[in-house]
Every structure is written in C-alpha cells, then in structure tokens.
C-alpha cells in the first residue's frame, strides 16, 4: 500500500534554530516528492520538488533531500523565523500509467516561538 | 487576483440541508480537484476531474457530487449535509504533466450543526 508518514507530527523550536522534518515514504513506482509549506487557514503552497535523481534541492532557508535507496526525505530549515510556523506537508507521486497519483503525509506542524 | 479562488470561504449549515462549494480558476491548468482536510488527518482527495468530460472519485467520496461546468469551475455539492462532514475544503488545480504541482485554492471552512 502506497504510505507517505512524517515526523515529527508537531514540532516546537526558538526563532534563529535550525530544525529538520521528516519523510518516510512507501510509494511505487516513484515519480517525485513534494514539499508543501500550508500556513494556518490558507492553502498549502509547494516549496520544492524532488526527483529519483536529485539528493538536495535549496529554496532558500529551506533544503530539501532525497535518499530513493531507503525512500527517505528531509526538510531543514535554517535560521527559523517566526513566518516558518506552518505546517509542512510531504507529498509523494506515483505514476500510474501515464497519469500521476498524489499520496499526502498528514502534515509536520511547526511552531517558531520568540 | 488569486490564481484559485473559492466561495463561499466560511459557511454554517444545518444538518440535511444541500450546500455547494465553488472554485474558479485562472491558470488555464486542465485538472481540478477537491479535498477536505480535518486536525490531525491531512488532506483527503474527494473528487478529481483532468478535464470537462472526466470526473473521478477519490478516497472519501460518499456523500458529496462535483460538477465541472467548464475548464475553470468545479463545484462541489453536498446533498445532504451531516456533522461529520465539518471540515475545512480545498479545491486545486494542476497542469497535465506528471510534475504533479498542485495550487490550492484559501479554503473553504464548512461547519454543519
């Protein structure tokens, strides 16, 4: 069964910490893995794109990896600021024929306190 | 103007009353989908259309029927609303390419008493 689990589910760090949030994935055949970043009441809003051959991708104070060996990804997040509480949402596609099949983690949420 | 757009954006209905949702946009994308997103459970596919004359049903689709009435609108209809069908919506659009990006639309927030 295709899974997308994430971890933590909450999160609490201090503005100007680091933090890394994780993505663990049992989806085939894997097309690519999403990073989306959803602020309290809007819509999620990608932040970056993974594909089979990419390890790391950076937007920003954010990078993103990729191991497609152990279907593990990672979202760090440097230097936080209080605009990075939000939650963050890994969604892995599969490819089913020549259409895409989205399979969403329930979420990380992050909280960046002052 | 936002790209996704979706009305009403907060709606208080009474149990087994018809409701519907709507979402326009502007991005010239050809699929569209709706999703419901409950605390602690993610976001749940509900309906999905990739173009006017397709509509597919997702995980959760009991209870609730979509319309595409041209490229841009897709509305979602609850027949018959229950409590348990409180939530907070999201329509989204995407291209037909397999990168797959989804832009949501603000959500709509249903409460059903």
């Known amino acids: 069964k295709n899974q997308v689990e994430q971890s933590p589910q909450s999160l609490i760090i201090l503005e100007g910490k680091n933090c890394t949030l994780q993505?663990?994935?049992?989806?085939?055949?894997?097309?690519?893995l999403r990073w989306y970043k959803q602020d309290t009441g809007r819509g999620p809003v990608s932040l970056t794109i993974?594909?089979?051959?990419?390890n790391t991708k950076s937007n920003g104070r954010y990078t993103a990896t990729l191991d497609a060996d152990t279907k593990q990804s990672s979202l760090h997040i440097t230097a936080s600021q209080l605009s990075d509480s939000a939650s963050y949402i890994c969604?892995?596609?599969?490819?089913?024929?020549?259409?895409?099949?989205?399979?969403f983690g329930k979420g990380t949420k992050l909280s960046v306190k002052p | 103007d936002a790209d996704v757009t979706q009305t009403p954006r907060n709606r208080i209905t009474k149990t087994g009353k018809r409701i519907m949702l709507e979402c326009s946009q502007t991005?010239?994308?050809?699929?569209m989908y709706w999703y419901r997103q409950d605390p602690g459970l993610g976001l749940q596919l509900i309906y999905y259309?990739?173009?006017?004359?397709?509509?597919n049903k997702g995980e959760i689709s009991d209870g609730y029927s979509v319309s595409r009435q041209a490229q841009a609108k897709f509305s979602l209809s609850l027949e018959s609303a229950i409590p348990n069908q409180t939530a907070l919506y999201f329509c989204?659009?995407?291209?037909?390419?397999?990168?797959?990006?989804?832009?949501f639309g603000p959500g709509t927030r249903l409460t059903v008493l």
């Open positions: 989204a659009t995407s291209d037909s390419g397999l990168s797959n990006e989804q832009f």
């Open positions: 993505c663990n994935y049992t989806v085939s055949p894997f097309s690519n």
């Open positions: 993974m594909t089979f051959s990419e």
């Open positions: 969604v892995v596609s599969a490819i089913r024929g020549s259409q895409g099949n989205l399979i």
């Open positions: 991005k010239g994308h050809d699929r």
């Open positions: 259309s990739f173009d006017v004359k397709d509509i």
